[in-house]
């Protein structure tokens, strides 16, 4: 089956200007995540939906950053007032969620976001 | 507050080497761990995870790893390595339903 489809894959953008990123998940799966991924690093946290409304956005740098995920699927990432430190690739995620307990994620090629 | 760590940024190995990845974490209790591969161009996928239980956990791509709960850590292992390994290999650990991962490290293979 179809996995975690993030568009675009890459963006490039002014500073100042508004992005949003896409992100479908599997079909099914009623948890999804997002994460960023700088150059050189780790992926880190920003924010995690279980359904439609958010569990932990406690990684959400600032109030710039927002998320929405309105039906319980399709989630969008969206950045206001862009910085050149917002450049990074943006990883979506999705697991199955429900009372079974974690699984695993499985993660979206990710949006390549290039600010200038 | 819980972190992981991977001390090797980068590691040059011949193919046909062994390999191993050193992952350390820091939770105030035995977190779940997962080690995850990224090829360049590539989204993250797993290898394989430890939950409980048998402690070497054997994963895809003839790679296991081994949890060590008095070191804290869950190292990665590959007997014999092959060119198409070359990628950045991410530990992470779960907590709170949201991953932690290490900063990576660059597997370079030599003929």
């Known amino acids: 089956g179809a996995g975690v489809s993030q568009t675009p894959s890459n963006k490039v953008t002014e500073k100042g200007k508004y992005v949003e990123l896409r992100c479908d998940p599997i079909?099914?799966?009623?948890?999804l995540y997002w994460y960023r991924q700088s150059l050189g690093q780790g992926p880190e946290f920003l924010i995690y939906?279980?359904?439609?409304?958010?569990?932990?956005d406690s990684g959400l740098p600032n109030d710039r950053f927002f998320a929405v995920r309105p039906e319980g699927s399709v989630s969008t990432l969206k950045i206001q007032r862009t910085e050149r430190g917002d450049s990074a690739v943006y990883l979506c995620?999705?697991?199955?969620?429900?009372?079974?307990?974690?699984?695993?994620?499985?993660f979206g090629q990710g949006t390549r976001l290039t600010v200038v | 507050a819980q972190s992981v760590t991977q001390p090797d940024i980068h590691i040059t190995v011949s193919e046909g080497a062994s390999l191993e990845l050193r992952c350390n974490y820091s939770?105030?209790?035995?977190?779940?761990l997962f080690w995850y591969v990224q090829s360049p161009g590539q989204g993250l996928q797993l290898l394989l995870k430890?939950?409980?239980?048998?402690?070497l956990v054997q994963g895809i791509k003839g790679f296991e790893a081994e949890f060590k709960r008095s070191q804290s850590s869950f190292n990665l292992r590959k007997p014999s390595v092959h060119w198409s390994d070359a990628a950045e290999y991410f530990c992470?650990?779960?907590?709170?339903?949201?991953?932690?991962f290490g900063g990576g490290t660059r597997v370079l293979v030599k003929p």
């Open positions: 995620a999705s697991s199955p969620g429900g009372g079974g307990g974690y699984t695993e994620a499985f």
């Open positions: 079909s099914g799966h009623t948890a």
């Open positions: 939906f279980q359904g439609t409304g958010a569990a932990d």
């Open positions: 939770y105030g209790a035995t977190p779940y």
């Open positions: 430890y939950f409980s239980g048998d402690t």
């Open positions: 992470a650990a779960l907590g709170g339903n949201k991953l932690t």
